[in-house]
């Protein structure tokens, strides 16, 4: 089930691909971000995904670092991602 809302969310995540530096392409979901990164596997994703379909209110950063998977500054580079690419586009 959560495979496929991961799906059903217009993923094109690829296991081999990284983030490259000055990619145009921006990546508006923070889980693909961290797979792109090296800081979150697939699977890691599954798991928190499958943590807010079954309630979990929180971010999906709040429940990456409560499970130990990912720290702050993960989260802190993904904020700069996104607002490098939102000034880049405007």
Not at 38 to 49: A, I, R
Request: hydrophobic share 40%.
């Amino acid at each position: 089930m959560v495979e496929s809302a991961w799906r059903m969310r217009g993923s094109s995540l690829s296991r081999s691909r990284g983030l490259e530096a000055g990619e145009s392409e921006m990546i508006s979901r923070i889980g693909e971000f961290l797979v792109r990164a090296g800081k979150m596997t697939p699977e890691q994703v599954e798991q928190v995904l499958r943590a807010q379909a079954q309630g979990d209110t929180r971010s999906f950063g709040e429940i990456a670092r409560a499970m130990n998977i990912v720290g702050d500054d993960s989260i802190v580079r993904y904020a700069e991602y996104l607002e490098k690419s939102r000034a880049d586009l405007a």
